[in-house]
Nanobody
Framework: QVQLVESGGGLVQAGGSLRLSCAAS????????MAWFRQAPGKEREFVAA????????YYADSVKGRFTISRGNAKNTVYLQMNSLKPEDTAVYYC?????????????????WGQGTQVTVSS
């Protein structure tokens, strides 16, 4: 059984930084792409960042480009999201997702497995 567990969320002031982690268990070698999505209250879930297994492909939403960095651990079953220069509009529940395709998708419907989410709150 595949499980994705996020951690690292919290409350931070605007301009601050947070690092989210997602640990995956039960993955087989067929898992390739991992991604971060977020959902603010009253809004749809939106794409944040995604990467392929060996980081040859990485994608970012325009709203976070230059501020957020996605990376993977050496064992490839952990994905991180380093978030710098945080803004109040980054406030949301952040979700980790995993998918078997080699080229990561930016569409939430393409992801097979999801974590439970971690809250990120940025105060002004």
């Amino acid at each position: 059984q595949v499980q994705l567990v996020e951690s690292g969320g919290g409350l931070v002031q605007a301009g601050g930084s947070l690092r989210l982690s997602c640990a995956a268990s039960g993955l087989t070698s067929s898992f390739y792409s991992m991604a971060w999505f977020r959902q603010a209250p009253g809004k749809e879930r939106e794409f944040v960042a995604a990467c392929s297994r060996s980081l040859e492909n990485m994608y970012y939403a325009d709203s976070v480009k230059g501020r957020f960095t996605i990376s993977r651990g050496n064992a490839k079953n952990t994905v991180y999201l380093q978030m710098n220069s945080l803004k109040p509009e980054d406030t949301a529940v952040y979700y980790c997702a995993a998918d078997r395709r080699s080229n990561p998708s930016r569409t939430n419907y393409d992801y097979e497995y999801w974590g439970q989410g971690t809250q990120v709150t940025v105060s002004s």
